[in-house]
């Protein structure tokens, strides 16, 4: 029995064979593998994912404004990759759980973090988005691929929880990870344990050419979705710029792990147009021609030509869709802008759940020591 | 009152947490159908069925990872690694993620894992099935990390290290697995001393031994053979490593003025160190001489057959106690 | 794009569809794949094969009976995979480089290991088989998975040394592991790495159905060699108790390496007969009958059957091989016998190549300790 | 003798390595290309090719693991483990393959591998970004540690790493990155003293200050604000973490009696308390007051805008030094 890499021929790079409902030139095109999965999806519906597009993007530019005001430590652009991020995230329901990476703004937008939640992290005011389970979104993940396997194992929580009926949950786990990571232990582990216990997990590989200045090629001889089937995993590779695509894409994977039959994985191609945080010069190892080709392949701009055609979507709706996302940055300002460090001795709480006699006793000293240089001040 | 082996009282104590909270899954290589290669877990599986005692992939990231995972939705995992040696590979999902998300979350995440060891040497085993890694858990904050010495001990405190909402490193001497003593299999753990007490296993006024898991064997040999020599030794058995009882430990050192401590983990940044340390720091002025460390050497364990010459022994031991005294005898004393 | 895992209908368990030229009963047949790679075998070199089976077996044999007489501290029987060990390892030449695992005594035997160095390891007396070096073939690793990545190294180090003509040396490195380390990150890190460098490795994986007490299916839904064309590298699955078909199989991958085409992968589906180590009550988890129908798979038998049925071997031959391997076995019997452990101060060696403040005051130390207990025994 | 940053300073010591000695190849995430994120392979990959300087696959453990293989070839390879949080999914092959791979082989294997580590926080990092995991590694029997803290040791050291047929884990402060100083680029390495010294950097007579690392600088600072208040402070650079060069440590502690021990990572089994312990055992009739420890809490790291609490600063050195002084201002004396 051989088996060859069939798929060799195909660059790991760039965008190759992917699944599309919407052109980068805004047409709607017909997909036999994803059209079940959008064929209810209305003008309304397209709007609300435009519009949490246009949101994310005006979050994301607002962040790296701050950052350069030195108001926040560090930020991650996701410019370019809305579509993959809103579209997937937008077919969740409330009750699946959400483990993303650090570069999911428009996830965690959608899963409803607020402004305020979104700058604390990058401001370096909290290493979390407020408490995961308000909106079952974990925080941000920096490790690359650790999150891939709280993702399976959450999944197998699932599976051990029956809800009210009796019956097990049909709730779905969600793990966001980049192109780079599937080069990591645990994301390959993470699929060898979602494959063997049937978990109904997805794996959304956000493949945006980039783990920082090492191109896929890096990584991978072969397009990153046919690693999946190997471990006994169905995967799509989608256009990662059509929101449509990213909606339809999930509710397949989903459907498969909520009736019962195991994890799916999703291969968004995608293009990350900014620097790799604001830290990075990508000029140093981008072709600018390369982002010259992206910037053709626009996940929103495809969206409005389409929904402009139908005429869903007139210059109103976009000024009113702008001014929203505008609000909503303005938000993001403020809260950054009035944040105020929390209380010193902060730092010694939640270590623990229950008192620790070691840690108490530093408390009570570095709490004496402040207090020293308050009496001193006196 | 039940006369068991460590490794029966400890899956008496599986059994129990199983069976008292349905939130509890134990997870690892070859947990369930053989019920673990040192048959902790024998029978969990046949009780609890295997949505509860599970047989992973050979993958320990992937365990410890998916047992993170499980926290997330509020199980309480209980984790086997195999062997000491090969909790490396979690090392990263143990550091970074079940150490911190407590932390990180601000208390919304609870990580109540419990990561059962197989542990430490003198069993003659192949590489990598002797090692004494504890050093690296007590130095990682928000873990907590415990070693155990007897059977009665190991049920009590593995039942407590599955109810903490913290996680605990759970430290199991493979030598004792067969060593038997007395287990009270009702016991309430509401009724139960909190997890990370000291106890003083044997009274003395000369000097102080502190040590914990096998070496706790040892190091009451060593204070029965110095009974015959004259002198009268307080042996420690720490129990739990991070944190450390230091109120027992000073209270015993303030008495005799001379501590050993002894472990089989190199000493270089070991236990010993932080327990020297922490020692000279609380009881300085009541100190003879300074602490001294008997540990395994600087070296990677060695071959089986050359594993005496590095675990701490009854002699060593003994030595030890002669230099701390200052008594002429000691065999090392000499100032190298 | 779609992947499907188009594999999942083969179980990863037991046989299945398999590359063979030596039926169970002893029938050479033809394989398209592997014939080109078997057609110069010659019956002088099958008997060899034999007989290296046969020697495997019996030192096999030996090392079991001396842990069971308390000479060694562990032994971990090979029974029943001679074939995929020794054929694969027949196929090398001198200058490659093997990174096996602790089961892999055929492979050992073949690189040139002495019954000698053999004991030694299980006997606790050292660590590796000797120098490594003097036979290109390191130590058996425990650590699961972990050598996998030295054999990657090795071959990009293989890459980035020309010979004396300048060009780049053709050799190749090996790596060795079992069903359940495919399951480690490691694993699947080493085929990551050796497809983004095309580096000389070849895989050998010997999938006996078992990872202690947990069948090949916890690890896998998939056939174990459709993960390598995954990450770019082609693969074979053979039947791993045809020692032709490991040879030939080898040679194929071989060569694919030596040629500059990159890395290659072997599944070798054979089984473990015996327990998974000394330690070990295999009867806890395994059932009779699935033993019994591996016994009529044996893989010397088969060859032993085609061989005399062509008339290359008689009873002569085999009694000659058979006190050949008894031979063998007695040397390592008295090897083992007549170990002696080395001076304790050697504990101290070799812990850094240079001299060390902090670990050369210990060694004193002991050695000063030592001598107090010679001086009181005088 | 030319000026250069300790980024600078590092990558003309990678140079000088790869043009010296055609074994040594550099490899890691983002060392070719971009030069490394901080940029210490900055030109590299343009002077020797992609053979000798390799971008490899975002995966640690394979970055070490494949090292590893390079070595048993007869490589000298440099990897760079991106940041300090990032080494963990490589503990395995580092604390199983790595330091003890020589000692397996009795000496047939040589690993002389260099792992450089960005290292260390009070650069208002994210997550997993400041991180000072040196205890880890001290602990490891058959690693040597280093850390540096001025560009003329960066290079030296760097260069005595990299031709050390030992593994070296080589720490880098990245708060000192773009700190200068004054480098001889032409220096022989056989002219220079070995890489286990420590190094007294200001003398004094009535307490040393032992550190390493970032904290040099601060530890300094504490020593030229303690003169003013009259007091005369030793200041003593370790830069090799193992082994530690307790020749020079306990000559100073002899002197003056009393000794502060800091260090940014938690002090729970930390290097301090290796230090700490190891100075009582040398130095223990010389000692006017137990050593004590100022260091990183037992905590894992911090948001960063709460970073400042968590650091050793100048107050918190100079409060420990008034402790170990037994001076009546000192801030947080009591005893809790
Ligand atoms: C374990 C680990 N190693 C290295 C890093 C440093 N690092 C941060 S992001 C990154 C690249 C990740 O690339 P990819 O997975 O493609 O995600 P992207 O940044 O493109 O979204 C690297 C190497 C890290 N955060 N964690
Ligand atoms: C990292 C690691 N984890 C666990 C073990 C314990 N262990 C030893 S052998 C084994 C099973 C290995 O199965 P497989 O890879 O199929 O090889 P086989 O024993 O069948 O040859 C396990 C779990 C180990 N040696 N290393
Ligand atoms: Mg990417
Ligand atoms: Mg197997």
Known sequence: MTYSPSTAAEPATDVGPVARLITPTGERVADSTLDPWAGDVDDALLVDLYRDMVRTRRLDTEGVALQRQGQLGLWAPCLGQEAAQVGTARALRESDFVFPSYRELGVQLVRGATPAQLVEVWRGEEQSMGDPFTRNTAGPQIIIGAQTLHAVGYAMGIQRTPGADGQPSDDVAVAYFGDGASSQGDVNEAMVFAASFGAPVVFVCSNNQWAISEPVAVQSRTPLAARAPAFGIPSLRIDGNDVLAGFAAMRWALERARSGAGPAYIEAVTYRMGAHTTADDPTRYRDPAELERWRGRDPITRVETLLRGRGALDDDLVAEIAADADRLAAQMRTACLSARTRDPLTIFDEVYAAPHTGLDRQRRAYAAYLDGFEEEAR | ?336
């Not at chain 2, 913290?166 to 003593?181: C, I, Q, R, T």
């Not at chain 2, 204070?223 to 004259?230: H, N, R, S």
């Not at chain 2, 002198?231 to 450390?244: A, G, M």
């Open chain 2, 1 to 336: 009152m039940t006369e068991l082996t460590m490794a029966r009282s400890l899956n008496a104590a599986l059994h129990r947490a199983l069976a008292d909270d349905p939130t509890v899954v134990v997870m690892g290589e070859d947990v369930g159908t053989l019920g673990g290669v040192f048959r902790v877990t024998d029978g969990l599986l046949a009780a609890y069925g295997k949505s509860r005692v599970i047989d992973t992939p050979l993958a320990e990231s992937g365990i410890v990872g998916a047992a993170v995972g499980l926290a997330f939705h509020g199980f309480r995992p209980v984790v086997e690694i195999q062997f000491d040696g090969f909790i490396y590979p979690a090392f990263d999902q143990i550091v970074c993620q079940v150490a911190k998300l407590h932390y990180r979350t601000r208390g919304a995440v609870r990580m109540p894992l419990t990561i059962r060891v197989p542990w430490a040497g003198g069993v003659g085993a192949a590489e990598h099935h002797s090692e004494s890694p504890e050093a690296y858990f007590v130095h990682t904050s928000g873990l907590r990390v415990v070693a155990v010495s007897n059977p009665a001990d190991a049920h009590i405190m593995l039942r407590q290290a599955i109810a903490s909402d913290d996680p605990v490193v759970f430290f199991e001497p493979k030598l004792l697995y067969h060593a038997k003593g007395t287990v009270d299999l009702e016991t309430d753990l509401a009724d139960t001393a909190p997890m990370g007490l000291a106890r003083v296993v044997r009274e003395g006024v000369d000097a102080t031994i502190v040590t914990y898991g096998a070496q706790v064997v040892t190091a009451l040999q060593a204070a029965t053979a110095a009974e015959d020599d004259g002198l009268s030794v307080e042996v420690i058995d720490l129990r739990s490593l991070s944190p450390v009882d230091y109120d027992t430990v000073a209270a015993s050192v303030r008495k005799t003025g001379r501590v050993v401590i002894t472990h089989e983990a190199p000493g270089e940044a070991g236990v010993g160190a932080e327990v020297a340390a922490s020692i000279t720091e609380r009881c300085f002025d009541h100190l003879e001489a300074a602490p001294v460390r008997v540990t395994g050497h600087d070296i990677p364990y060695p071959p089986a057959k050359l594993e005496r010459h590095h675990l701490p022994d009854l002699d060593r031991i003994l030595d030890a106690v002669d230099r701390v005294l200052d008594r002429p005898h000691s065999l090392s004393g000499v100032q190298l």
